[in-house]
């Protein structure tokens, strides 16, 4: 995994654990992706985060609670659980972004009168390679 999946990882392990949803959103936010910036997030997740960001900080900072604290609780349960949802997502979309960035490579090599068929369409390991 990468450090950000690392992070939506342990944001979704804080996400199913005991407590109003509301308040599992806000600590999951607050510990694993408040300090992430959007530009170095890959394409695929950039939208989804940047409206869980701006959800999060829909509401100033107010008396004692902090921006996230105070937006979470103007929320209805509904919003909040759509917005742990998307954490969810963006956790899906970047393992699948991590699965095909290390699956494994294997070259096909076409039979026939051609040896220009031959095609490096994956790389295999040396030791499984009869060329």
Known sequence: ???????????????VGTGPVKQR????????????REQDL???VRELFTTLR??????PAAGGMTAPEASARKMSEKDAAEHAAAILEMFTILSA?????????????????????????FEVPAFLSRA
Do not use: C, K, W
């Not at 995994?1 to 996400?15: I, K, Q």
């Not at 959103?25 to 992430?36: E, P, S, T």
């Not at 972004?97 to 369409?121: C, F, H, K, M, Y």
């Open 97 to 121: 972004l991590d699965e095909s960035e290390s699956a494994p490579r294997l070259r096909i090599v076409a039979n026939g009168d051609d040896d220009t068929l031959t095609q490096d369409l």
């Open 1 to 15: 995994m990468t450090a950000h999946s690392d992070d939506f990882h342990a944001a979704l392990e804080v996400l």
């Open 54 to 59: 701006t959800a999060m900080h829909e509401a």
């Open 42 to 44: 890959p394409d695929a």
């Open 25 to 36: 959103l806000v600590d999951a936010y607050r510990r694993h992706l408040a300090l992430l």
